[in-house]
């Protein structure tokens, strides 16, 4: 006879469970509603104007005249219908959106790619957000907060090193040495994603301050401002030829770079401890997304598929066709369903027990809307990797994101890894110092 | 910008939708909690000693002495305690279990193979007596509903034919010729399961009575009692080498049989209408046991992998075991949703509408349930393929479903079709004979 | 018992087939010898200045000061050396290297991208020589075939059409229609390589003489110089993001072109004729370069994996890395073998009967060498994706490849249709229509 | 620029090289145009006869009255014909068939399933046969070789045990330890293959005798009469139910087993030495057989898919299924060179050189035909799975190869291993315990 294996019990199998229930609130509701009018009636065609304004600009890393001043007078729409950094939780109260809400919300915000920024939702801000508000002093609130909560300023997160494998969170070589009051770091970063963006003035930085302290304890994570003497922006990193201008994933180097004693946060070696706080709703952002992406490329496949012929039929219905877009269909309702269970799980077991539903959909989704947006290419012939359609753009934007935040196997190892343990006292651990940047 | 397609809509991706509701009913509670004790400690306990009685019997095709009255006394024990035909919905009021609820009672009731046929839930009775309720005539009814719904007789459905492609439903070669009063059919049958059990009486059979019709209204279901002179047992089918005793998988030749013009069901070429109407709970069970057995392949895998070792290290952690591990984990999850969601769907949108999610579930759950137990076949080694593990029976069962009820390829068409059709006013249609028995 | 197919016969499984010697020639050896020291010594440090010189140009569809001097130089330099032409068999005795002779130069060829074009032996020129020394009127050999192959003058070849499924060759949408002696060309191509060089004189261009002939007799090649009136270059199509300057891949409309009637290749309907003639030495290039491409992607992925370290190992020993690994030798090395032998097939078979070797090879090896080089791109991590490695350019190269020439799914069909063939008299025939330009 | 890496130059990619002449040898052709010839007139009738008088037998693992006899009477003409041992070179001059010729014959022998045993050519008596050559004393090969020779006993090797990973041989657990001159063996084995016929009578058994000895050296090799007082033959393994009588897959318990001193071979300690010398043409033989295989899959697939009809096409024209028929051709002519280059390799090589080539194929070849058959299998339908076709027997055959001789893993892992090799002086090595049996 089959018994009930632990396994099954840890992944709340009762199906009574709420962790069962994937609907949206009804609280949320009103919200929901008017972030998706205000997307399609006020960013939609604010977007249209901001990107034809900045087409023939001098200086691609940089905005054209009147670029800022659209996308100001958006946010203050936003501002004042109350659509306004709705994704953090009141400071006071504890009180926000659920993580499934925020999920829900997401899609929406996924339409539009500037949607997120006029609403001041988009990452890497809402991480660093999210952190200063939970781990900061009044004083670097005051200087950091208030004006990324006003939506004046932009910041950055520094993690990634390009001569150490990052998969591995302890890998940091960055070193940060106390002198005299002041943090002295050296090293280099790279795919600094936001820091080229002229109003990008503020980066919270890992780095590695206690070499002999155990391989948790010897990280730290301190805010450098982008001006600070001895940060040079070497250039920036390509995504497949792209560089993301003016956003940019930036490479940067750290040459003495000083920065006084109490910009450090939380704490000497408690940057690990940080990173777990940033297991926020932005973590279920680019999932949602990815499955917006894989809709729209399934749109894109069956659409073409439709309008050309060959060998006297549709090519949507010829050879293996009909199944590949059968598999897709089948595969976005799966991993929707997914995304929504990890975000349920969030909101009721608390980010530190679901982390395994989000390990879970970050090792699912990714790569298979990869795969998803490859075949639709397929479906278009030489036009699918042209500038004709937005495929190729999606599919570097998603191939990326099976590296990003840790690539596809350090997930799986997770997982696997938590699977395993349900049936040991302990056992080997090869990826305990995993954690994930949004 | 991405619009919502047509698509998106009709997957019905409205936040606050009960589609997204995935919980058993608190209805539901007090009999799901009741199957589940009385499978653990009635049917468990019994069907060891059933299977030991058996061991030694002198025909396979039969039961040993003993045996019967075994499963007469636990099934009169489950009538006692109301466990007892609750697959079926009131006849007057239809009120009934939701195909929701009964999906995670199937997982109790897969759990001991038995247990289905002792609350009289099994399959193929459970359609039979489905259709039989729905259409038979009152004489129909009293003849063999009665004795079904009462457990005293079982039943089978012949459907699939060895010289055609069973997977379009059209290609029914068995004819009955309507003579005198009697319908006279000739043909084959092979695959009929349950007709080796010296119990079943009764076998509803799928003919083709108007070849001159249009393709979907040539075929009739017809009652033939399995005793009826000219039907032939040719032997049993065996699925990878295994006949299945006494339950099997029959092969039949049907030569002259002769049935009275009454034992029509609900009028001639009405065939394929109540193929529709099979659509019950029934279907949720298979795909829900497979899951079951996925869940049981991931554990044996698990528990060998920690049991053995090689270069030092147990095999779980060797290599890409790991993630082998983590993919059969976040699948089984995937599954899970998606069946209970297509469960749902059939409870909230009718049969007819949720016809798509029974269809891409079933496309995708026995194909990676396979996967996942032929890896932990590999990761067992040649105890895998052995007799000491229940793995290669498991694999032989779930890689039969790839091809019962329709081959994958089919359920891929309807699902890619469905896909195709909302951008289309009509089209190419390759499938509109699919139906399914079960 | 098992008896031999026709399918095994038809593979040529003769064990001592001569098919099966695999050998380069002793004959070409010294070429090869050659070919591989001019390569190293005079290419590869004369395309490193090449690519300095560009680097700073004003126009990116031209070339700077000096770099097609000494371009120029090289490709004297490999006159005088006797490595001119070798692609193309002697006109009149028919002697040349044979395939297979070929295929093994080609990996040579392939490692320095300017190699091809020093020797004169780059595609689409290749190609388009080979047409016209067969096919070409005395007259246009004099004006495009000598120029051609003196290395003076470049050429495109026009088949592919935006509103068109090119799969099937039989969509040929460009009319030309005959008036007063003079063709009238009206319609659209695009992605025709090679157009964006200063120095493309003239292009083959495929179009429709004769819309009421059979399907295979509709089409005509017909010369067209690229400086007629009504050739107007719309712009460069990308290739993910990259235009490939100053080479590119164009989209050009043609409006009333008009060109002399003996413009005209072969003869009016013969378009498809003269597609069959494009099955030279040319077509084995790329698969061999593919193969090449993997190598390289094989050998930075295993310098990676030993580079790194996480979780406190190499990386290359991580999880399924090793597996990985493993993968992409053993499809190496297959992949090898079978274009080889597709190249010794069209030796020994001739083109006609070597077509389904050649079907075979472009449908197993593009597609695999994007996932080889997909794989060292994961195991680079960001790295991977960006301007660091060429594993993105690489991967847009190869992605490319899996639609050029036919989209692997034609390529399918073809080698399934052959198979299924051979149990049949006939059947239904979906893929008359396919060519391949090259 | 590319440059060559060590890795291409290790895999021999030298056009000129010999490795890559495949054809058959002159000298081989008599012989092999005999065996063809006589497989077909004289094995397959009288393997008809055999299996007709063994279907109504009483002993399952006996021989029916006549089987044997007619077996005789072949193996006597067999040798009378001079095809009889030619697996093994000649004692005194080493002169014996290659490898590439043994591979070419081997297909010929795989046509008939008793073939290989009427010309005494068959597994695992082949291995145990040059074993005995090679390193047998003089009483050895007088006790055991000559009656192997002369086809007048059979044996078995007993190498996996039940409670062992033995993926790793370092993982033997069966003890030796030498008591008063004679060996006292104690532990299991299972699938101790061919040890269920009553013709069996010696069995090479490798055991622990040195557990303190360098992992390579703890193993011995051991000549073990099966009807030695001790060995107790617990029963038959199933390979998916089947039990393979009278062959058999045997489980026996070795207890307190008794040997002289001088029935080790070789000498203490050398158990790891013997197993690289059975390293001879037997290791081809499985994967060409596996190749036959899948070109019957392949033949039946498409005789299938032509014969049913659905949806008013013949089903080998629908859906994916002309991709699946290509891609089952393609990797069937890929595996089919890989085999040859692996023969030729060990002929021209070495086996030790060689040693790589060969793990790339057991990696490859039985998990695609593994695959090859299953869609063979799911063409059929419901009769794929049945008694009907010899699909499933097929199927289950080679899938048991992906786990026999090693898993598919560690021969992963040695290709993988001896990739990453040649960039490093050493590095982890997981997998130096690696050892085939046959």
Redesign the interface.
Known sequence: ??TI?P??AA?G?D????L?????S?KA?PL?EHVKRFVHETV?PM?EKFHKLGEGRADRWGYAPGQLELLEEAKNQAKKEGLWNFFLPDAETGEGLSNLDYA?IAVEL???PLASEVMNCSAPDTGNMEVLERVGTPEQKERWLKPLLNGEIRSAFAM?E?D?????AK?VGMSAVLENGEWVINGEK??ISGAGDPRCKIMITMVKTSPDAPPSRQQSQILVPIDTAGVEILGP??????DDAPHGHMHIRFTNVRVPESNMLLGEGRGFEISQLRLGPGRIHHCMRSI?QA??A??LM??R??S????????????????????A??DI??????V??AAKAMDILGNREARVWVH?VK??VPERVCQIIDQA??MH????????TPL??M??GQ??L???DG???V???????N??RQ??GG??D??S?VVWRN
Request: net charge positive; hydrophobic share 35%; glycine share 10%.
């Open positions: 006879m089959n294996t396994a099954k992944f199998f199906p009574k469970d709420d069962n229930d994937l609907r949206m009804e509701t929901y939609a977007s829900y996924g339409k539009v990634t390009p150490r494998a990052s998969s591995d890998n790279y795919y990193m390509h995504v497949f030829g792209e917006g809709e729209r399934l749109d069956v659409r598929g439709l050309r012929e060959a060998f006297g039929r549709k090519i949507a219905w010829l050879g293996g066709n009909v199944e590949i877009i059968s598999r269909r089948i309702e799966a991993m929707r369903l997914m929504l269970k879970m090792a699912m290419i397929q012939g030489a036009t699918g990797v042209s500038q004709w190729s753009r599919y570097t191939r990326t099976r590296i990003a690539p596809d196997e997930h799986h190892l997770v997982v696997g890894r699977e395993i049936y040991e056992g080997e090869q990826t110092g």
